[in-house]
């Protein structure tokens, strides 16, 4: 017979994501209201693992609806990932009578949450990265404000690229992950996209399709190139050199991961931060709130890590048809 559930904990992990504070305002109002206990766990794993533990009631997340970044500091723990580390976390939760702990933050931040649940402490996970790399779930909070911000950089550079009859490589976040250059690269109208997932490094293929569109009449080009490509200044200067054309290179960098979030990230953090809480009270655990094909639904952490999903390749194959 599981133990009565009294207490939450909630902590955000990983890097920030717009978003993060609505979903920990829905998770304590949820178990504020479900008539739980709720401790805020500062600076993700690290600070549970250091004990920096603090209450919390309705009020504590009060005017966070708002705002980007994380009232609760985030951090990523090394020593989350060793066994002695896992059990101290376990130990520090039962220590603190902590029953359960909602866990904001990407796939990372889920390896942990699943130990923990192995070593005893009900755990759910809420999928918040801007990098929408977590391929259970078609949305992670944070994703849509950070295309935003990344549009309308994009729209900016490109007002004087045109001005100038540029070209300009525009290069937005994501390591491992092209969502953000993709969609923000469509939203945009821009000429290439590259993308860690797709992109082999021919930089020619880049230099051909430039001189192309001159040809055609074009007046300025936008590259859209993600962080895992990165390189965006040297690889500027070896445009300009191969085209004669002007390039310059543009780094987007964190301001996207800051900012107040969307209404599309406030409302899925609303809803999935409340789920997570929810889904406790149903007894259930080790479980990630997802958002699949429309509909809010969870599934197992380590399944739903282990879950394929396909780049949408058409969708990115469609730069070329969209741009003329
Ligand atoms: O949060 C996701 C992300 O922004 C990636 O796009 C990026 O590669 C990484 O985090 C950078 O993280 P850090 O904060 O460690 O520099």
New binding site residues.
Partial sequence: MAKELKTIGVLTS????PGMNAAIRAVVRTAVHAGLNVKGIMRGFSGLLEEEIVDMDAKSVADIINRGGTILYTA?CQEMKTKEGQKKAADICRKHDIDAVVVIG?DGSFKGAAELAENGIRTIGVPG???L?IVCTDYTI?FDT?CNTAVEAIDKVRDTSASHERCSIIEV?????GY?ALWSGIATGSDEILIPEYYDGDEQVVVDAIIDSRKRGKKHHIIINA??IGHSTSMAKRLEAATGIETRATILG?M??GGAPSCKDRYFASIMGSMAVQLLLEGKTNRLVCYQHGDFCDVDIMEGLAMTKPFPEEQFCLTKTLTR
Avoid: L, P, S
């Fill in positions: 990983g890097g920030d994501a990523r990407g990265t801007i990098d790399d944070g950070a976040m994501g390591r491992n992950a953000i962080e895992g964190y996207q991961r």
